[in-house]
């Protein structure tokens, strides 16, 4: 049991999260077919758009060795430390928010992330999985995420991450009708199954890959100890981290497309 979160949070998360890793390799399947980052950047013009939102600078993947670290189901206790970190290695990420519980919870953590230059990204409202909804379900476990981020920072989110990967072509649909793109990863840890941060840290290290998409859970013990590690590890391999709109760029997201390493 986490000493700094619900038993009732962990226990839903985890439910939820516990089948992650082994879908890493299939996730696309249920028929769907996906887009790799360098597929996405291939397809855009070659004039990065700029954002208004006041974004990190663009970096050309093309050229750049990148990799995106991406954090699920927070934010949480633990997401304030998080950010100190990243605000110090001078990393953005990329935030699939959980609205129950979390995005309701720590609506000033939210904001901070938004301000400080992270990616704000749609987990759904309770972590349901949507391939298992009906088509109005589905639209309302996106839509009331994206309407809590939205009142927060004035801007809703523009990607997903389905819950376990888990898409078929009802939630391609509802995606792409509430403008979001789905976003699945090649890197995870196992940090739902374990406190061990150094062993979090290896299994990334270990799986870590150019244009590659990191999935990680902030709201676990054994996580945030981790990152400074991973941060330093890989940059000291000549990796530089992006958000997954920089993983992609100059392509932009999609709403509907699946992209995933």
């Not at 720590?106 to 409202?125: F, K, L, M, S």
């Not at 009142?151 to 509802?174: C, F, H, I, K, S």
Request: proline share 7%; glycine share 6%; net charge positive.
């Amino acid at each position: 049991m986490l000493k700094t979160a619900s038993r009732s949070t962990r226990s839903r998360a985890a439910a939820g999260i516990a089948a992650a890793a082994a879908l890493v390799l299939t996730l696309a399947g249920c028929g769907q077919d996906s887009t790799s980052p360098q597929e996405a950047r291939g397809r855009a013009a070659t004039e990065i758009r700029a954002k208004a939102t006041g974004s990190p600078a663009a970096v050309d993947c093309a050229k750049a060795k990148c990799i995106a670290l991406t954090f699920d189901a927070g934010p949480g206790p633990h997401t304030p430390q998080l950010l100190d970190i990243l605000k110090e290695k001078k990393v953005h990420a990329t935030f699939f928010l959980l609205g129950r519980k979390h995005v309701d919870t720590y609506p000033d953590t939210v904001r901070r992330a938004a301000a400080e230059g992270h990616e704000i990204a749609n987990h759904t409202w309770t972590h349901r999985r949507l391939d298992q909804l009906k088509p109005d379900e589905i639209r309302s476990e996106l839509d009331r995420t994206q309407q809590a981020v939205k009142a927060l920072t004035g801007r809703a989110p523009t990607l997903m991450r389905p819950p376990q990967g888990r898409t078929n072509d009802e939630v391609t649909a509802a995606s792409k009708e509430l403008g979001l793109s789905q976003v699945l990863w090649s890197a995870t840890a196992k940090d739902y199954a374990t406190t061990d941060s150094a062993l979090i840290r290896k299994r990334i290290l270990d799986q870590a890959s150019r244009d590659g998409i990191i999935l990680l859970h902030d709201i676990y013990d054994g996580t945030v100890p981790a990152v400074p590690g991973i941060i330093d590890e890989l940059t000291e391999r000549g990796y530089t981290f992006v958000t997954v709109p920089q993983l992609l760029a100059p392509g932009t997201p999609e709403p509907g497309t699946l992209y995933r390493p």
